[in-house]
């Protein structure tokens, strides 16, 4: 019974190898490699299934048959060298090999490199890839007869190997498996299998169909990236049934649920895809269609429509004008219509499964014209209003309501249409069809003129043309028009036009106002003759003396009197209730009195009084200055004044002093002093005056400055200029000054000189004008100018401007990822073109009339340090420099090493572990797997035996990313041994005794079973 026990858990452990491995048995369910890592494979028992072409490679590089076969797949992450060695893990196996750039599916396959190994008799031995296997693996030279040479690989490109044993003739039955251990320079990773096979797999067709909905057409679609045939499988349930299962276009037909239809493609050498679609059952539509409104005004949109569905059905609903074009779904409509009309209505699943109908749609173009009634009244009816329908639709029945909602709704009905207020109102006109519309009805009553029963207009002294009469009363613009009594302008009748009345007599008058209302009334009219006012009088005065004089006022017509006057600067007036008056008045200089306009007892009714005189005051003769003249001294700094008088009586004062004769000569005036002098005759009446300020030419001159020019200059620069043609008094001298002003006075002084040269100083503003100038005059003690010297010249000065210096600077020092190309740039204030000198790590450099905006090329290999040493601009002047120097260090380029894969104590986990490489001036970040990262050594978290990882490195700066990607299945510390499966037979009630091979081994956690089972799939557990 133990025996038995133990010949079915060695048939078990059997059994689940051939159930691990076999699935490598073929190109298209290749293993993917991960990475370098050695590959151990404890059993290989089954061949493949691709005889052809790969058959005829396994002939030509193995000299036998494929047999026991297993089938590996990598990428090359980056070129290089690449080798193996291939080693069987049990005797009287040997293992060939085969590697192609690509699945050998046909006979385009390219092999790369094959091997056999020698008679195998009592040992085995490795074979592989390496042109000197000593050195690459430790391979002895007899046995590296069964190598070939190393080959390279290319970066991005897919390989793959076939690994074959061949069994022995002493066991055939042996399924010896491998270890398989890397070299060379090329790194390596998994092969993604969507870049391979089938690509852009899709099928077409409805996903929702009717119950019991025959011939439902699916068309399959996909593509090969080796550009093989492709074969189409498809499979589907839920009663669901295929005419063909293995074209790319077929027809379903579906029963009373639906279900799921998958399409599987395949081209014969990469693993086959597939795709699924759930498909949804529903009834076939049953629909009715009604409107709901009887009539539409101008438009209807059809999805307004009342759609019932018996059945409860999903589908797509479209509008049609005929009925074939719903029967066929052809030559929809849109939802929006303007006209009356029968429309259809298709409710569609698919093509195949829809249900339509009918409705009769009225609708018409409706419009009424919206106004506004202006009426002369108080009151008006609604319903004698006249309508106008734009349209031309007739027989609409109007009701009329308050407002629009009253009017949409029927309710709230004007029944008495007779209203009396301004307002808006609404009409409601409705269509026998049953469409309407409504439109507002803005009433206004407009006011009547507001006239007195009759007018009285009084005509003074002229005529009046009776249709520029005007009414104050009545509110402009209005027009009038004149008839020859009231009862003939209320009859329109016998109207007069461009009547000129200038008499007493009477009119009738009608008012009509700008909004059309009118009214009439009666027109007075009464004819006064004006008073009138005679000023008379005539005096004399001397000038500046107070005199009273009399005003002598005469009036007649009707009082009181009111005349106003005017004295030539100023209105006054005087009033009285007699014929006469007499106005006294103090004036002291010659005066006219003129009379103005004249107010009497009707001055309400006529304003235009006739008025006439006038009165003189005239001043006496009084003495003048016949001449003034200015007599200069010998230094021309000084003056008096002569004055000659005529006129007056002979006797003549200065200032109030008598002088003999008519002549005056004064004392003595500096230039520039003022005199004033009062010249009166011996009766004081009326004096002159003789004023004013005087100044001796000088005869000392600045001369000019010959240049005009405006000098632009740097700060560095000398300004100058040249004087010529001054003249020096014995006392003066000449001094150069600069200054602000322009002209020939003397500005804010920044700089002066006994030469005409000047340079910068603090004092200047940089960008202002400033102006050369050459001063002359006295001497002072020290030997400058004396500006207030009374003769002092001013030449005007020379312009000159000195420039603000700009200032250019380098940035901040920067790190930056090794092999940047970096723009460099020198900064100003403003943008403009300059000559530059500079050096890089000490090396000399310059650039001439370069554009600052743009920059210098420059490729960070290693530190930098850039220093500015001049710069001028387009003026030639030098720049000012900021940031003299600027450093550009580099950060070195990230890396790994040390990377090790370690399992732990079950064997049933590993982690990863590395150190980084980066540069100090970064911090390293590590995505894409968690675990610890202590300074720059990186160890991950426990990984399942078998998963792969893939880890993201990068370093701050973002100058490197590095991935690392791999798999390790740890070596399980776990066999179940090997018993001798010869098979036995025994008598009921014996013991069975087994051979066993090979002690199995544990783990410490594990335990050993031996099972029986009644059948060789270990599916019948007895014991």
């Known amino acids: 019974m133990q025996f038995l026990r133990f010949f079915t858990f060695i048939f078990i452990f059997i059994f689940s190898q051939t159930l691990l491995y076999s699935q490598y048995e073929d190109c298209n369910s290749a293993y993917n490699v991960s990475n370098k890592s050695t590959i151990n494979v404890a059993s290989v028992n089954s061949s493949g299934q691709v005889m052809d072409p790969v058959i005829e490679d396994i002939t030509q590089c193995f000299q036998g048959d494929e047999n026991k076969s297993y089938w590996l797949k990598f990428k090359a992450l980056s070129s290089g060298t690449f080798e193996f060695k291939l080693t069987p893990n049990g005797l009287m196996a040997d293992y060939d090999f085969i590697m192609y750039d690509a699945c050998p599916c046909d006979t385009n396959r390219n092999i790369i490199a094959c091997k056999w190994v020698g008679s195998i008799v009592t040992n085995f031995k490795p074979t592989g890839i390496a042109t000197d296997p000593l050195a690459s693996f430790g391979v002895l030279p007899i046995d590296a007869l069964e190598f070939t040479n190393t080959i390279n690989l290319v970066a991005g490109k897919s390989y793959f190997l076939l690994l074959n044993n061949i069994s022995a003739s002493l066991d055939p039955f042996n399924n010896v498996g491998f270890s398989l251990e890397f070299g060379g320079t090329a790194n390596i990773g998994l092969v993604d299998d969507n870049d391979f096979g089938i690509q852009n797999l899709t099928f077409t067709g409805p996903d929702r169909v009717c119950m019991n909905q025959k011939n439902v057409g699916y068309n399959g679609n996909a593509s090969s990236t080796l550009g093989y045939p492709i074969k189409y499988y498809w499979k589907a349930n839920n009663g669901i049934t295929f005419n063909n299962d293995s074209l790319k276009n077929v027809s379903a037909d579906f029963g009373l649920s639906g279900g799921d239809i998958c399409l599987k493609a395949s081209d014969g050498c990469y693993a086959p895809k597939s795709i699924c679609k759930k498909i949804d059952i529903t009834d076939i539509p049953d629909i009715s269609v009604i409107d709901t409104t009887p009539c539409h005004n101008q438009f209807f949109d059809l999805t307004q429509l009342k759609i019932t569905d018996s059945r409860n059905t999903f589908g797509n609903i479209n509008y049609f004008d005929n009925r074939d074009s719903s029967i066929t779904n052809t030559d929809s409509i849109q939802s929006i219509i303007t006209k009356s009309g029968k429309y259809f209505v298709r409710k569609t699943i698919n093509l195949a499964c829809f249900d339509t109908a009918s409705v009769d749609v009225i609708v018409q173009n409706l419009e009424l014209k919206r106004d506004t009634f202006n009426i002369c009244s108080d009151e008006t009816r609604l319903d004698t209003l006249p309508m106008i329908e734009l349209n031309g639709n007739s027989g609409l029945i109007f009701t009329y309501y308050p407002d629009s909602l009253s009017a949409a709704q029927k309710k709230n009905q004007i029944l008495n249409p007779l209203v009396k207020t301004t307002g808006t109102y609404w009409i409601r006109g409705d269509s026998k069809e049953g469409c309407y519309l409504i439109s507002p009805v803005v009433i206004k009553f407009l006011p009547y003129p507001n006239l007195a029963a009759s007018t009285n207009f009084i005509l003074c002294d002229s005529c009046i043309l009776l249709d520029t009469f005007a009414f104050n009363g009545v509110m402009k613009p209005y027009s009038i028009r004149i008839f020859p009594s009231v009862a003939f302008a209320e009859l329109d009748l016998g109207r007069i036009t461009n009547v000129l009345s200038c008499k007493s007599e009477s009119f009738g008058v009608k008012v009509i106002a700008a909004n059309g209302c009118y009214d009439i009334t009666q027109l ?114 000084s003056y008096k004044v002569s004055i000659e008088i005529e006129g007056g009586n002979g006797n003549y004062l200065v200032n109030g002093t008598n002088i003999i004769g008519n002549n005056f000569l004064s004392n003595t005036f500096l230039n520039d002093s003022v005199y004033n002098f009062l010249i009166q005759d011996i009766n004081k009446c009326i004096p002159d005056t003789v004023k004013g300020v005087a100044t001796c030419a000088c005869t000392n001159s600045a001369g000019f400055i010959d240049e005009k020019d405006t000098m632009i200059l740097c700060k560095t620069d000398v300004a100058f200029a040249t004087a010529i043609n001054y003249v020096l008094d014995p006392e003066d001298k000449i001094e150069f000054i600069l200054h602000d002003s322009p002209t020939n006075k003397i500005g804010n002084i920044v700089s002066k000189s006994i030469d005409p040269i000047f340079t910068y100083n603090p004092n200047i503003i940089t960008n202002k004008v400033y102006y050369i100038s050459t001063i002359v005059g006295d001497s002072l003690t020290d030997g400058t100018v004396n500006q207030n010297d009374i003769c002092l010249s001013v030449a005007p000065g020379r312009p000159v401007i000195f420039l603000t210096p700009d200032t250019i600077s380098l940035g901040i020092d920067t790190n930056y990822c090794l092999g940047t190309l970096i723009n460099l740039k020198f900064n100003t204030n403003k943008i403009q073109n300059v000559d530059v000198e500079y050096t890089i790590n000490g090396t000399s450099n310059s650039l001439s009339n370069f554009d600052l905006s743009k920059g210098i090329p420059l490729t960070i290999n290693g530190l930098k340090t850039i220093d500015i040493i001049s710069a001028v601009d387009l003026n030639l002047c030098p720049l000012e420099i900021g940031n003299i120097e600027q450093n550009l260090d580099v950060i070195k380029k990230l890396s790994t090493n040390s990377l090790t894969i370690t399992c732990d104590s079950l064997n049933e986990n590993y982690s990863v572990n590395f150190i980084v490489d980066a540069d100090a001036k970064s911090i390293v970040q590590v995505t894409g797997l968690n675990g610890n990262l202590v300074g720059n050594n990186f160890t991950s978290n426990l990984i399942k035996s078998g998963l792969s990882y893939s880890i993201i490195v990068k370093d701050q700066f973002l100058c490197d990313t590095i991935k690392l990607t791999g798999a390790k299945t740890c070596d399980c510390n776990k066999l179940a041994g090997k018993i001798d499966t010869t098979s036995k037979n025994i008598c009921f009630g014996d013991s069975l005794l087994m051979n066993i091979l090979k002690n199995n081994e544990v783990d410490k956690n594990d335990t050993t079973i031996i099972a029986f089972f009644n059948d060789a799939n270990l599916t019948d557990l007895v014991g």
Request: a positive charge; hydrophobic letters at 35%.
């Open 524 to 637: 007075d009219i009464t004819k006064i003759e004006p008073s009138s006012c005679i000023l008379s009088g005539i005096d004399s005065i001397c000038k500046n003396i107070d005199k009273e004089v009399q005003l002598n006022f005469n009036f007649s017509g009707t009082s009181p009197f009111t005349a106003i006057y005017s004295d030539g600067s100023k209105l006054d007036s005087v009033v009285s209730i007699t014929g006469n008056l007499v106005k006294k008045i103090t004036v002291n200089k010659a005066t006219n009195f003129n009379l103005i306009a004249l107010k009497d007892g009707n001055i309400n009714l006529c304003n235009n009084g006739r008025v006439s005189g006038n009165f003189d005051v005239k001043e006496i003769a009084q003495p003048k200055v016949k001449n003034t003249s200015i007599i200069c001294d010998s230094t021309r700094k």
